[in-house]
């Protein structure tokens, strides 16, 4: 027996009806926000070349990947990020247009994850990148729309959090821990493990840098802590860094955003490709990372047309779901009417149809012999009227009573 | 808004967590008469008692927002909690162990490691830059050199008078272990108040314990 038939693969799923419904209700929502940015839609293969993917700057690891392999051998992967083929698109195929360039995405990003740990492999993802832009406009443009975005999927209580790849990346600097040493600081700093961070420090000694490096994990919440930074950032190159963020936490304070975006300078990502501001969303309800962003300036570099760069993507399927707790998808009401046409007249039948669809109203054909059969079956389904074909241009409406 | 979620970890460290709970003037009777219920109201929050492994899981998912575990599990699960508090108590290590008076390093045959902690096993060798060959055993690891499946076992240490009365002794230590407090990412974010309230409660309480 083919067991594998009949299953979808751990990490994925079917969405049916509502569920469906209710996804593209979120991304017509977030189209809607995207394009009111002058944004324009792009989309790029599933299928890559893992070599897009496995950058200095953005490693991914070999097991959360999708491997497949093209005619000749070349190794392929399930697009891990969207965020490098956009930077790929833009450097290559819109190597002639003019910058800024604003691309928006809805499609999925698929990464391994341990067995029967819950998580989907398959991530539905919308996002958004400005390309070809740097400083306070674009970051704060990118910002909002993310505020936007949420708000226009009417999520429950959200927040964003805000911080700076420079920090980390100019008080280890000055350190100059060799490579596993670093990412063990960006691991312990990642979860806030202060145990494990203050042992790794230890032997770096006392520096102002390793101070500031052992204190970064605590700094998060409102503006204090952007003034606590600045005391404990004196003498240190992470400075300017703090400096820009104060600028852009002023920005979105004019703009009344401080109930819905705090700081997080310990906010270290994964991938390396960062430079400036990083930011992440939470929304009540979900336990998980629901958004994630930055600026990423070297990137484009890398395929060969050096630009800033930055944007966001949002996992549309959290939204989703709370759209659809929130009983706000509307369920997909009965067809209109119900055509039914005896045997010899099926060719006419379709014909009433395509008039009757013409006119606006919601059609299913009937399929059954009998007018008691398709009577029945209006019944069932909740459909108010059939249209009964009884000849060329002879079509009676019948009322069906529950 | 719900109340605030704490997983505990069934057995070893249950005592002293509703200890830790009771010096910061909660009122933990309900944990410690809970007959057959499974989620158990303390002060105004609510707690559940769940499997090492499972206090992670209900953590890293937001179905509970913070928990105590075992670092051992934690290392072990390699999952995305924050990992704020060294609570002090459950403290025993991580430890290579084999055979008395049996060089383990000898020699150039292959070496079999049996541990219920194969990830944490693959590390240190990994580090070591050592090819082993790990097999994952669930219960008594002691038994598997006794048995002749493995050479040494990769597993925690308390006091070593399990190991000892089986012939078997420490290596290597590879790493201290201890309770740990573990919140969930989102759950720090969106209730971060109280959440903070109720960390430097814990702080405060372990220290003096």
Redesign the interface.
Known sequence: MKRYAKITPEGTKDSLFAECAAQAAVQGKLTQVFESYGYAPVMTPHLEFQDVFLRQSADWLAERLYHATDSTGHLLVLRPDNTLPIARVAATRLREAAFPLRLYTHQSVFRRSRFY??RNDEIRQSGVELLGAQGLRADLEILLCAVDALRACESP?F?L?LGHAGVFRSLADALQPDEDTRAALVRCIE??????LEALLAPLGGSDEAEALRQLPRL??GAEVLAKAEKLFRGTQAGAALLYLQRLYAALQALDLQDVI?I?LGLVHGQDYYTGFVFRG???G?????LSGGRYDGLLAEFGRPAAAVGFAVGSEPLAEALLESGKVPAQPAPDVLIFAPAGLEATALAHMAQRRGEGLRCELAMVETMEEARQYARRCGIAKIAVVAGEDIMEDVEVRA | ?RAIRIALTKGRLEKRCVELFEAIGFDCSQLINKGRRLILPMNAHEVVLAKAQDVI?YV????CDLGIVGKDTIVEADS???????LGFGKCRFALAGPCGVDFYAGYHERVVASKYPAVAKHFFEQKGMDVRIIKIEGSVELAPLLGLAHAIVDIVETGSTLRENGLEVIEEIMPISARVI????????R?AEIEGLLSDLALAAQVN
């Open positions: 740990s819950g209580r927040r959090e979860t806030k493990n202060y145990p494990a998060f919440g705090d997080d939470y929304m009540e979900s336990g998980v990372t629901l | 808004m899981t890293e998912h937001g179905a995305g909690v924050y990992e704020l508090l060294d919140v969930n990412k989102a759950s720090m974010k969106l971060r």
